[in-house]
């Protein structure tokens, strides 16, 4: 199966001379998180991210062509595992197709889902632990946490710590995507100001929710509806599931870890990390499982700091972390510190249950 088979090509597209306004409307109408950009003859510039005109005061009437990102490029005859590996690896939620220099389809997460496979692999393999928002909080606070931890989507609680919905940063691009009355010197797009009364609970959406051990395949179908999968138990997020995170799974193994750096174009940044990474996993390997892949996503922000998001997958499930730092190196410090903590805490809780069931055959 290529790219031509799975693609949609109908495609959604804007001019650069189009505003971000009209970008975040039709994302939100369209429930995505990207649009391509072309000329009027559909030759392909680049693409738009939500993520980009929420994090930083992107005026409604901004062009687009101030935001536009460079991507890798698909072709039509491009197999699955490309698509696969280049969409993982990039960290990009959609990739174009592009032949002859024009857009001819948008392939995304979910087109390459559907043609998955994952045995019996279950959610507990490849979840993330969820980072939630309770149902009171404002629409600012909720922008706020995902800048600070890098992520797009979270899980809403009630008072309870129940489960109840899910809010993303399409869902507040709808309510701060419309020009407002305000003074010339007031912030645009990504501020506070146009949304610290609004209540997450006014925008929430209604969250797919599933229990842990269920099978990965059994949830693919739900991906075409849902851009995350919250994994519950008594009804309390524990975790969260979007289609790149199981796609992970599908990358080549190798017999050492592979590493792979998104988002991220400044090679010698990409090395020095890249370094830092490998000794880490040296000094840890055999911990918690063996370690298989590593998929780090590295952002770097107006304000000058990097943000780095990692997932690391072992053959008992995924260890993932997030930090943020001045420079890219004090940012992967921060990263393998936290990293290091979470596989301690794993380790010795796996030691503390085998010393249990021992005990508790040696007093049977």
């Known amino acids: 199966m290529n790219a031509s088979e799975i693609m949609v090509d109908k495609v959604i597209a804007l001019n650069s001379e189009e505003t971000v306004a009209k970008a975040l409307k039709m994302m939100h109408e369209n429930d995505i998180n990207q649009i391509p950009i072309v000329d009027d003859n559909r030759k392909y510039l680049g693409m738009v991210y939500a993520k980009e005109f929420l994090g930083i005061n992107a ?122 009355e305000r003074a010339s010197k007031s912030p645009g797009v990504g501020t506070m100001t146009a949304i610290r009364d609004v209540k997450v609970k006014d925008v929430m959406r209604r969250a797919t929710s599933v229990e842990r051990g269920t099978k990965l395949n059994s949830i693919i179908e739900n991906f ?31 017999s050492e870890p592979t590493i792979h750096i998104a988002h991220l174009d400044n090679e010698g940044e990409r090395q020095e990390i890249e370094e830092q990474l490998s000794r880490f996993l040296k000094k840890i390997q055999g911990k918690l499982g063996n370690i298989q892949i590593v998929i780090l996503y590295v952002d770097k922000h107006k304000t000058r700091k990097y943000s780095m998001r990692a997932r690391m997958i072992t ?50």
């Open 315 to 364: 053959t008992k499930g995924v260890i993932d972390a997030k930090a943020v730092g001045y420079d890219h190196l004090s940012a992967c410090k921060e990263l393998v510190s936290r990293l290091d903590r979470r596989i301690k805490s794993e380790h010795s809780q796996k030691v503390r249950s085998k010393q249990h069931r021992e005990s508790s055959r040696t007093i049977s």
């Open 224 to 254: 075409k509806v849902s851009g995350e999968i919250i994994v519950a138990g008594d009804g309390r997020p524990i975790g969260i599931l979007t289609p790149k995170d199981a796609l992970e799974l599908t990358l080549p193994k190798r």
């Open 59 to 180: 005026m409604p009437a901004s062009k687009l062509k101030s935001f536009l990102a460079k991507t890798p490029i698909l072709s039509p005859t491009d197999d699955v595992e490309k698509c696969t590996h280049l969409m993982v690896t990039s960290g990009n939620h959609a990739l174009p197709v592009v032949e002859s220099g024009k857009l001819s389809g948008i392939i995304s997460e979910k087109d390459v889902i559907s043609t998955a496979d994952f045995g019996h692999a279950i959610v507990d393999e490849v979840m993330s632990g969820a980072i939630v928002i309770e149902e009171d909080t404002t629409l600012s606070i909720a922008l706020s946490k995902m800048r600070r931890y890098n992520i797009s989507r979270l899980p809403v609680i009630n008072s309870n710590g129940v489960l109840i919905g899910t809010i993303s940063a399409i869902d507040i691009a709808k309510v701060i995507a419309t020009p407002r």
